[in-house]
T-cell receptor, first 113, second 112 residues
Framework: NAGVTQTPKFQVLKTGQSMTLQCAQD?????MYWYRQDPGMGLRLIYY???????DKGEVPNGYNVSRLNKREFSLRLESAAPSQTSVYFC????????????FGQGTRLTVV | GESVGLHLPTLSVQEGDNSIINCAYS??????FIWYKQESGKGPQFIID?????DKRQGQRVTVLLNKTVKHLSLQIAATQPGDSAVYFC???????????FGAGTQVVVTP
Protein backbone atom coordinates (compact mmCIF):
# COMPACT_ATOMS: atom_id res chain seq x y z
CA ASN A 1 0.00 0.00 0.00
CA ALA A 2 1.90 3.04 -1.27
CA GLY A 3 -0.56 5.70 -0.02
CA VAL A 4 -0.04 8.97 -1.89
CA THR A 5 2.71 9.01 -4.52
CA GLN A 6 4.04 12.18 -6.12
CA THR A 7 6.37 12.57 -9.07
CA PRO A 8 8.86 14.03 -9.58
CA LYS A 9 10.52 14.57 -6.18
CA PHE A 10 12.69 17.43 -7.44
CA GLN A 11 12.46 19.74 -10.45
CA VAL A 12 14.24 22.83 -11.68
CA LEU A 13 12.48 24.96 -14.30
CA LYS A 14 13.38 28.09 -16.17
CA THR A 15 10.98 30.99 -16.02
CA GLY A 16 8.25 30.50 -18.60
CA GLN A 17 8.59 26.72 -18.85
CA SER A 18 5.63 24.48 -18.20
CA MET A 19 5.36 21.24 -16.31
CA THR A 20 2.89 18.87 -14.69
CA LEU A 21 3.18 17.44 -11.20
CA GLN A 22 1.68 14.01 -10.90
CA CYS A 23 -0.14 12.55 -7.91
CA ALA A 24 -1.77 9.17 -7.40
CA GLN A 25 -3.41 7.56 -4.38
CA ASP A 26 -4.33 3.93 -3.84
CA UNK A 27 -6.66 4.34 -0.85
CA UNK A 28 -9.86 4.75 -2.89
CA UNK A 29 -10.29 8.27 -1.54
CA UNK A 30 -12.82 10.61 -3.11
CA UNK A 31 -11.12 13.88 -2.17
CA MET A 32 -7.71 15.04 -3.34
CA TYR A 33 -5.78 18.26 -2.76
CA TRP A 34 -2.76 20.21 -3.87
CA TYR A 35 -0.93 22.38 -1.34
CA ARG A 36 2.19 24.48 -1.53
CA GLN A 37 4.56 25.08 1.36
CA ASP A 38 6.93 28.02 1.46
CA PRO A 39 9.82 28.28 3.95
CA GLY A 40 8.66 28.93 7.50
CA MET A 41 5.03 28.78 6.53
CA GLY A 42 2.15 26.40 6.72
CA LEU A 43 0.54 24.67 3.80
CA ARG A 44 -1.69 26.70 1.54
CA LEU A 45 -4.36 25.08 -0.57
CA ILE A 46 -4.00 25.57 -4.32
CA TYR A 47 -6.79 23.42 -5.73
CA TYR A 48 -8.92 20.56 -4.53
CA UNK A 49 -11.19 17.90 -5.94
CA UNK A 50 -14.08 16.69 -3.85
CA UNK A 51 -14.74 13.79 -6.18
CA UNK A 52 -13.85 12.45 -9.58
CA UNK A 53 -14.85 14.95 -12.22
CA UNK A 54 -14.94 18.02 -9.98
CA UNK A 55 -12.26 20.57 -9.13
CA ASP A 56 -12.36 23.86 -7.23
CA LYS A 57 -10.00 26.70 -6.43
CA GLY A 58 -8.35 26.93 -3.07
CA GLU A 59 -6.55 29.81 -1.40
CA VAL A 60 -3.79 30.39 -4.00
CA PRO A 61 -4.91 29.09 -7.44
CA ASN A 62 -3.37 31.74 -9.70
CA GLY A 63 -0.82 30.34 -12.14
CA TYR A 64 -1.99 26.74 -11.75
CA ASN A 65 -4.42 24.34 -13.35
CA VAL A 66 -5.48 20.90 -12.26
CA SER A 67 -6.97 17.75 -13.74
CA ARG A 68 -8.72 14.99 -11.86
CA LEU A 69 -7.94 12.31 -14.40
CA ASN A 70 -9.75 9.56 -12.53
CA LYS A 71 -10.40 8.64 -8.92
CA ARG A 72 -6.75 7.78 -8.33
CA GLU A 73 -4.96 10.63 -10.06
CA PHE A 74 -4.90 14.41 -9.58
CA SER A 75 -2.34 16.44 -11.51
CA LEU A 76 -1.16 20.02 -11.07
CA ARG A 77 0.05 22.00 -14.06
CA LEU A 78 2.15 25.14 -14.21
CA GLU A 79 1.62 26.64 -17.66
CA SER A 80 4.30 29.34 -17.44
CA ALA A 81 6.47 28.94 -14.36
CA ALA A 82 7.50 32.01 -12.36
CA PRO A 83 10.13 32.36 -9.59
CA SER A 84 7.27 33.02 -7.15
CA GLN A 85 6.19 29.43 -7.71
CA THR A 86 9.39 28.10 -6.20
CA SER A 87 8.05 25.99 -3.35
CA VAL A 88 7.45 22.50 -2.07
CA TYR A 89 4.24 21.03 -3.41
CA PHE A 90 2.25 18.42 -1.54
CA CYS A 91 -0.57 16.28 -2.79
CA UNK A 92 -3.01 14.81 -0.29
CA UNK A 93 -6.14 12.70 -0.27
CA UNK A 94 -8.90 11.94 2.16
CA UNK A 95 -12.06 9.92 2.39
CA UNK A 96 -15.33 11.84 2.16
CA UNK A 97 -16.77 13.52 5.20
CA UNK A 98 -15.65 16.10 7.70
CA UNK A 99 -14.05 13.88 10.33
CA UNK A 100 -11.41 12.30 8.19
CA UNK A 101 -7.71 12.98 8.11
CA UNK A 102 -5.79 13.82 4.96
CA UNK A 103 -2.87 11.65 3.91
CA PHE A 104 0.07 13.43 2.29
CA GLY A 105 2.64 12.51 -0.30
CA GLN A 106 6.36 13.11 0.15
CA GLY A 107 6.33 16.38 -1.73
CA THR A 108 7.86 17.84 -4.90
CA ARG A 109 10.56 20.45 -4.43
CA LEU A 110 10.27 22.87 -7.35
CA THR A 111 12.75 25.63 -8.12
CA VAL A 112 12.04 28.18 -10.82
CA VAL A 113 15.08 30.15 -11.97
CA GLY B 1 -10.11 36.35 6.73
CA GLU B 2 -10.47 33.51 9.21
CA SER B 3 -7.26 31.67 9.92
CA VAL B 4 -5.46 29.18 12.05
CA GLY B 5 -2.31 30.37 13.77
CA LEU B 6 0.31 29.26 16.28
CA HIS B 7 1.61 31.18 19.27
CA LEU B 8 5.26 30.03 19.23
CA PRO B 9 7.40 29.53 16.14
CA THR B 10 10.11 27.51 17.94
CA LEU B 11 9.95 25.37 21.06
CA SER B 12 13.09 23.99 22.68
CA VAL B 13 12.46 21.05 25.00
CA GLN B 14 14.80 18.92 27.06
CA GLU B 15 14.61 15.22 26.40
CA GLY B 16 12.23 13.59 28.85
CA ASP B 17 10.26 16.73 29.55
CA ASN B 18 6.70 17.32 28.39
CA SER B 19 6.03 19.57 25.39
CA ILE B 20 3.04 21.80 24.88
CA ILE B 21 2.33 23.27 21.46
CA ASN B 22 -0.42 25.84 21.15
CA CYS B 23 -2.72 26.84 18.33
CA ALA B 24 -5.33 29.59 18.01
CA TYR B 25 -8.13 29.40 15.50
CA SER B 26 -10.73 31.95 14.54
CA UNK B 27 -13.24 30.06 12.38
CA UNK B 28 -16.08 29.27 14.74
CA UNK B 29 -17.63 27.03 12.08
CA UNK B 30 -14.73 24.57 12.19
CA UNK B 31 -15.76 21.30 13.77
CA UNK B 32 -12.76 19.09 13.28
CA PHE B 33 -9.11 19.65 14.11
CA ILE B 34 -5.97 17.72 13.34
CA TRP B 35 -2.37 17.86 14.50
CA TYR B 36 0.29 16.92 11.98
CA LYS B 37 3.99 16.28 12.42
CA GLN B 38 6.38 17.10 9.60
CA GLU B 39 9.95 15.87 9.63
CA SER B 40 12.55 17.46 7.40
CA GLY B 41 12.08 16.52 3.76
CA LYS B 42 8.86 14.63 4.36
CA GLY B 43 5.16 15.23 4.03
CA PRO B 44 2.95 15.97 7.06
CA GLN B 45 2.04 12.92 9.09
CA PHE B 46 -1.17 12.60 11.09
CA ILE B 47 -0.72 12.57 14.87
CA ILE B 48 -4.13 12.98 16.43
CA ASP B 49 -7.48 14.58 15.75
CA UNK B 50 -10.37 15.91 17.76
CA UNK B 51 -13.97 16.80 17.01
CA UNK B 52 -15.55 19.99 18.25
CA UNK B 53 -17.91 18.08 20.53
CA UNK B 54 -14.91 16.91 22.57
CA ASP B 55 -12.60 18.75 24.97
CA LYS B 56 -9.79 16.23 25.19
CA ARG B 57 -8.46 13.25 23.33
CA GLN B 58 -5.51 11.06 24.16
CA GLY B 59 -3.23 8.97 22.04
CA GLN B 60 0.07 7.30 22.61
CA ARG B 61 2.17 9.92 24.48
CA VAL B 62 0.06 12.70 22.95
CA THR B 63 -2.99 14.57 24.19
CA VAL B 64 -4.99 17.19 22.33
CA LEU B 65 -7.05 19.73 24.24
CA LEU B 66 -9.73 21.88 22.66
CA ASN B 67 -11.13 25.01 24.29
CA LYS B 68 -13.93 26.28 22.11
CA THR B 69 -14.66 29.22 24.39
CA VAL B 70 -11.35 30.87 23.55
CA LYS B 71 -10.82 29.04 20.25
CA HIS B 72 -7.63 27.38 21.39
CA LEU B 73 -6.10 24.02 20.60
CA SER B 74 -3.04 22.45 22.17
CA LEU B 75 -0.92 19.36 21.67
CA GLN B 76 0.85 17.85 24.65
CA ILE B 77 3.68 15.39 24.11
CA ALA B 78 4.70 13.39 27.15
CA ALA B 79 8.33 12.45 27.80
CA THR B 80 9.61 14.16 24.66
CA GLN B 81 12.15 12.13 22.70
CA PRO B 82 14.72 13.11 20.07
CA GLY B 83 12.46 11.58 17.44
CA ASP B 84 9.83 14.16 18.32
CA SER B 85 11.97 16.92 16.79
CA ALA B 86 9.93 18.21 13.86
CA VAL B 87 7.54 20.94 12.80
CA TYR B 88 4.05 20.54 14.19
CA PHE B 89 1.00 21.96 12.43
CA CYS B 90 -2.54 22.32 13.57
CA UNK B 91 -5.21 22.23 10.92
CA UNK B 92 -8.90 22.89 10.96
CA UNK B 93 -11.70 21.69 8.76
CA UNK B 94 -14.78 23.84 8.49
CA UNK B 95 -16.78 22.88 5.44
CA UNK B 96 -19.00 20.04 4.42
CA UNK B 97 -16.52 17.89 2.58
CA UNK B 98 -13.29 18.68 4.27
CA UNK B 99 -10.50 20.85 2.94
CA UNK B 100 -7.93 21.68 5.62
CA UNK B 101 -6.61 25.09 6.64
CA PHE B 102 -3.19 24.98 8.25
CA GLY B 103 -1.43 27.15 10.77
CA ALA B 104 2.15 28.32 10.24
CA GLY B 105 3.73 25.54 12.31
CA THR B 106 5.92 25.24 15.41
CA GLN B 107 9.46 23.91 15.23
CA VAL B 108 10.11 21.59 18.18
CA VAL B 109 13.77 21.02 19.02
CA VAL B 110 14.58 18.32 21.55
CA THR B 111 17.85 18.84 23.40
CA PRO B 112 19.73 16.13 25.29
Amino acid sequence: NAGVTQTPKFQVLKTGQSMTLQCAQDMNHNSMYWYRQDPGMGLRLIYYSASEGTTDKGEVPNGYNVSRLNKREFSLRLESAAPSQTSVYFCASSASGTNTEAFFGQGTRLTVV
Amino acid sequence: GESVGLHLPTLSVQEGDNSIINCAYSNSASDYFIWYKQESGKGPQFIIDIRSNMDKRQGQRVTVLLNKTVKHLSLQIAATQPGDSAVYFCAERGDSWGKLQFGAGTQVVVTP
